[in-house]
């Protein structure tokens, strides 16, 4: 993912991205995703803000779903 061009908290974003990458495709692939919303979105915080309340929503239902059976 090329960081050109981009701002300095998007390109840091990118950088971070790429070193996390764990080289299993799925999770990469995942990484890559929102490393394109970041750099359509030109700025970090929002696109990670949103990301992490979908994490938690998964999260908080996984959990209902095991207390409910």
């Given at each position: 993912m090329s960081t050109t061009n981009h701002s300095p908290a998007v390109a840091r974003a990118l950088a971070d991205i790429e070193a996390h990458k764990t080289g299993e495709s799925g999770t990469d692939e995942f990484l890559d995703y929102i490393g394109q919303l970041i750099v359509e979105h030109g700025?970090?915080?929002?696109?990670?803000?949103?990301v992490l309340e979908l994490i938690e929503r998964e999260r908080a239902q996984e959990t209902q779903t095991v207390d409910a059976a």
């Open positions: 700025d970090p915080g929002p696109v990670f803000e949103r």
